[in-house]
């Protein structure tokens, strides 16, 4: 059965940093792309960093680049976002979801249960 | 940035009548197009990609048609676990972008 836990939210000033793991299992980690996509309290969804099966190439959303850096560990089956420079508009539900079917087709199968982040002095 | 507009941005509907959605897209997507549900408290569950293929474990009652920039998902006879809210997707260009959903009640 896949499965993927996040952790690592919590509250956080403006301008602080903050990294969330999302640890998986059930499936061959190491040949999937990963995403990360977030969602607002009571807004919609939003994709904010994908990243390749090896770890050699990454997407962002414009709102998120430079300050955001998303990463993995295919030992530990595991994929991260570090956030730094937080802002308000950053408080979320943060998602990590499997990139991709397993035939290649490209939506996003599997999802976790999330973690929030709040950005709050 | 392709755009994706839903809509409505409600649909109050009665179980076993048929459920209509759309979602138009500010260009052509080609097929690279997904639909998702998300039920309160819930990540979302994939349902359609490419636009027209079902998902594993989706009840045939969902569908999707549509391509280029104009795409729909529709539900045979809507039951009462149908509520949520839908959300399409796509995947043509980046950034990666979702419309903003539309909202079902029954």
């Known amino acids: 059965e896949v499965q993927l836990v996040e952790s690592g939210g919590g509250l956080v000033q403006p301008g602080g940093s903050l990294r969330l793991s999302c640890g998986a299992s059930g499936f061959t980690f190491s040949s999937f792309w990963m995403s990360w996509v977030r969602q607002a309290p009571g807004k919609g969804l939003e994709w904010v960093a994908n990243?390749?099966?090896?770890?050699?190439?990454?997407k962002y959303v414009d709102s998120v680049r430079g300050r955001f850096t998303i990463s993995r560990d295919n030992v530990k089956n595991s994929v991260y976002l570090q956030m730094s420079s937080l802002r308000a508009d950053d408080t979320a539900v943060y998602y990590c979801?499997?990139?991709?079917?397993?035939?290649?087709?490209?939506?996003?199968?599997?999802w976790g249960r999330g973690t929030m982040v709040t950005v709050s002095s | 940035e392709i755009v994706l507009t839903q809509s409505p941005a409600t649909l109050s509907l009665s179980p076993g009548e048929r459920a209509t959605l759309s979602c138009r897209a500010s260009?052509?997507?080609?097929?690279?197009l997904a639909w998702y549900q998300q039920k309160p408290g819930q990540a979302p569950r994939l349902l359609i990609y490419?636009?027209?293929k079902r998902a594993t474990g989706i009840p045939a009652r969902f569908s999707g048609s549509g391509s280029e920039t104009d795409f729909t998902l529709t539900i045979g006879s809507l039951e009462a676990e149908d509520a949520a809210v839908y959300y399409c997707?796509?995947?043509?260009?980046?950034?990666?972008?979702f419309g903003g959903g539309t909202k079902v009640e029954t």
């Open positions: 490419d636009a027209s």
């Open positions: 979801a499997r990139d991709h079917l397993p035939n290649g087709e490209r939506a996003f199968d599997f």
């Open positions: 990243i390749n099966k090896d770890g050699s190439l990454e």
């Open positions: 997707q796509q995947r043509s260009d980046w950034p990666l972008t």
């Open positions: 260009q052509s997507v080609s097929s690279y």
